[in-house]
């Protein structure tokens, strides 16, 4: 019997949102993601639970270590909390973007690139292949910035989060899921 390497866009939607037992839980997987990389310190900022900012001091990564934790389904942390290869996109149901911010400690880079949740969403039902949905996207290369202000850690950005799903992301409700 023979298999296609190539995995549907459905899954995606499955994945996300099936795997977790609240929408709010993607804050969750950003905060384990910081708790792997061992930072001492991870911030939330909750704009009125239309803009949360999730900042932590950790290790940062490489531009080789983002590009792993973009690669759907794949994980290099097998001894950690997270091991899915999935939380990044973990938030994909709930807002328009998802920025990263990330920079190694030890490095002058920041490195940044956005996740178009809603161009994948649109998507969901299409036929595309779970590369080609990844592509649409995140239409752009990770970028690089000489930046000495950001300093070594993540910053994972959701912008606008939908309508339909800002009660979830209310200070209140987070405090008490978290």
């Not at 899915?84 to 990330?102: D, E, F, L, M, V």
């Not at 989060?161 to 992301?169: D, K, N």
């Given at each position: 019997?023979?298999?296609?390497?190539?995995?549907?866009?459905?899954?995606?939607?499955?994945?996300?949102?099936?795997?977790?037992?609240?929408?709010?839980?993607?804050?969750?997987?950003?905060?384990?993601?910081?708790?792997?990389?061992?930072?001492?310190?991870?911030?939330?900022?909750?704009?009125?639970?239309?803009?949360?900012?999730?900042?932590?001091?950790?290790?940062?990564?490489?531009?080789?270590?983002?590009?792993?934790?973009?690669?759907?389904?794949?994980?290099p942390k097998h001894?950690?909390?997270?091991?899915?290869?999935?939380?990044?996109?973990?938030?994909?149901?709930?807002?328009?973007?998802?920025?990263?911010?990330?920079?190694?400690?030890?490095?002058?880079?920041?490195?940044?690139?956005?996740?178009?949740?809603?161009?994948?969403r649109k998507r969901?039902?299409?036929?595309?292949?779970?590369?080609?949905?990844?592509?649409?996207?995140?239409?752009?290369?990770?970028?690089?910035?000489?930046?000495?202000?950001?300093?070594?850690?993540?910053?994972?950005?959701?912008?606008?989060?939908?309508?339909?799903?800002?009660?979830?992301?209310?200070?209140?409700?987070?405090?008490?899921?978290?």
């Open positions: 019997m023979q298999f296609s390497n190539i995995v549907g866009s459905r899954i995606i939607e499955t994945l996300t949102s099936g795997i977790y037992d609240g929408n709010s839980n993607c804050i969750r997987e950003y905060v384990q993601n910081a708790v792997d990389s061992e930072a001492s310190k991870i911030e939330i900022q909750n704009d009125d639970g239309v803009r949360i900012t999730i900042r932590d001091n950790g290790s940062g990564m490489d531009k080789n270590e983002l590009q792993q934790a973009l690669d759907f389904g794949r994980s001894d950690k909390i997270g091991w899915r290869g999935i939380g990044i996109y973990s938030a994909i149901p709930n807002c328009k973007t998802i920025s990263i911010n990330t920079k190694k400690n030890g490095s002058n880079k920041k490195l940044h690139i956005d996740i178009m949740c809603d161009e994948i969901y039902m299409d036929t595309f292949s779970i590369e080609e949905l990844l592509a649409i996207g995140i239409p752009k290369e990770i970028e690089e910035f000489e930046d000495d202000d950001f300093k070594s850690g993540t910053e994972i950005v959701l912008n606008e989060i939908e309508p339909s799903q800002r009660t979830f992301f209310e200070s209140n409700t987070l405090y008490r899921d978290l």
